[in-house]
């Protein structure tokens, strides 16, 4: 059981920017209500232009997370677009291997490039919710879906299946005090949709946010990251990804098609879809772009025998379920169900 959470910001800074302060003290409150001792490590708070100068900063907040023996879960504030900076911090001379130890890691969207450091080092870690977007939601609750695996993972430290949402909402248009107590409208979902191959297929799951792993190797963004990424191994070699499953999401900027077709390129140049046994897509923010996404996949992919399941509530559009990183998934397409028995 989960007692003691230390945010941290990997990411962008916005946490610590007063014009999210109704939102963060909404976060607050739900935690607190709900038992939890709650930390900002010392530069989560820090503002965007302070962690952006800085990302030995948020570095320096990670390790001590995880040196902290009285923290249970690490959740991250939110996503952003350059966490890959904190690579040499990290990894150079062994300062993440040395600092880890197992604990509750919690985050999407550019911490997709965290997930994939903690894997390097054999950390199984937890993908699909962030302090900001989910638990400082400003409607009345936090949305039903998104506490009902917050709260589990919070109980038990892990998650032992998901299924679909009956409804999703589209992307929230103000995050001003006004909106507190605002409610989004809900829209009736049609739950797991079998784009393609078998309906049961079995392995670790590991991914993330699309944007973010063409990113590991389109220098568009950020001239460097290509090469920093490269240069510590960040993108796991072909042979790793042998009968995993890949999960797939996309976020608020709504890749266009084009985009989203040299993205699965990339990864297909990499091997990835030779080796693993199954691909999981997450439901794009408002369907954006989704009857192309649909075409495009098995198009790329090129190997009409692997499975690719669709539509599930992951990622940028809300709701969102948690997902396990590195523990046995066996999905179900017909009993519309992702369950991780973790024997023995």
Wanted: glycine share 8%; hydrophobic share 40%.
């Amino acid at each position: 059981m989960i007692h003691t959470i230390g945010i941290v910001s990997l990411s962008s800074g916005i946490l610590g920017e007063a014009r999210v302060r109704h939102e963060r003290d909404i976060g607050l409150r739900r935690l607190r209500e709900a038992g939890l001792d709650v930390r900002f490590l010392p530069h989560a708070l820090a503002g965007t232009e302070a962690l952006r100068a800085h990302p030995e900063w948020r570095a320096e907040d990670l390790l001590r997370a995880f040196r902290d023996p009285e923290l249970d879960m690490i959740l991250c504030a939110i996503g952003g677009d350059d966490t890959y900076r904190l690579l040499p911090y990290l990894f150079d001379r062994d300062a993440l291997r040395e600092a880890l130890r197992p604990i509750v890691f919690l985050g999407f969207s550019d911490s997709t490039v965290n997930h994939l450091m903690l894997h390097k080092l054999g950390l199984p870690t937890f993908y699909g919710q962030a302090f900001l977007p989910d638990l400082c939601e400003l409607g009345p609750e936090m949305l039903p879906y998104s506490r009902s695996y917050f709260a589990e993972l919070v109980a038990t430290g892990t998650i032992r299946e998901i299924r679909p949402s009956p409804v999703w909402y589209g992307e929230r248009q103000s995050f001003d005090p006004s909106q507190v107590g605002v409610a989004l409208p809900p829209r009736a979902d049609r739950g797991f949709e079998l784009l393609q191959g078998p309906p049961r297929f079995a392995g670790k799951i590991l991914g993330g946010c699309l944007d973010s792993l063409y990113d590991l190797f389109d220098g568009t963004r950020w001239a460097d990251m290509p090469e920093l990424c490269r240069k510590y191994g960040l993108f796991p070699e072909a042979g790793d990804w042998e009968d995993r499953i890949l999960l797939l999401e996309t976020s608020e900027e709504k890749m266009p098609p084009e985009t989203f077709r040299r993205a699965l390129e990339l990864l297909r140049a990499r091997g990835v879809f030779d080796a693993v046994s199954g691909v999981l897509v997450g439901k794009p923010m408002d369907e954006a772009w989704w009857p192309e996404y649909r075409r495009i996949l098995p198009e790329v992919i090129a190997r009409p025998e692997l499975p690719i399941l669709c539509n599930l509530n992951v990622g940028h559009a809300q709701p969102r379920c948690i997902v396990p990183f590195g523990l046995e998934a066996e999905v179900d397409a017909e009993e519309q169900v992702i369950r991780f028995p973790q024997r023995g």
